[in-house]
């Protein structure tokens, strides 16, 4: 049985950063397309940063692109999403999701079958 486990949100002001962690069990980060989704209060779940099986290839959401990085540590088989100069509109709870695919990234929820609990993250102005 695959799980999925975040850790690291919490509060932080505008211009700050934080690293949120997903703890893969029951398959490997190393077989699997991975992704980050995010949903705000009131709003439909969105994908944030995805990344390929083989780990080499990643797509974000715009609203992200140069102050998000996702990647993952295929040993201790984590994925990382590290977020820089957060601002007020990346308030949301936060979600890691695996494929049972090896390609991607894949940009559609329904492409993804495991999905952690969530984590939140609130971004003060």
Not at 24 to 30: A, Q, R
Not at 59 to 83: A, C, P, Q, W
Not at 99 to 121: C, I, N, R
């Amino acid at each position: 049985q695959v799980r999925l486990e975040e850790s690291g949100g919490g509060i932080a002001q505008t211009g700050e950063s934080l690293r949120l962690s997903c703890t893969v069990s029951g398959t490997s980060i190393n077989t699997n397309a991975m992704a980050w989704y995010r949903q705000s209060e009131g709003k439909e779940r969105e994908i944030v940063a995805a990344i390929d099986g083989f780990g080499t290839e990643a797509t974000y959401v715009d609203s992200v692109k140069g102050r998000f990085t996702i990647s993952r540590d295929r040993y201790k088989n984590i994925l990382f999403l590290e977020m820089n100069s957060l601002k007020p509109e990346d308030t949301a709870v936060y979600y890691c999701a695996a494929s049972k695919y090896y390609g991607g990234p894949y940009l559609t929820a329904t492409d993804y079958d495991s999905w952690g609990q969530g984590s939140q993250v609130t971004v003060s102005s």
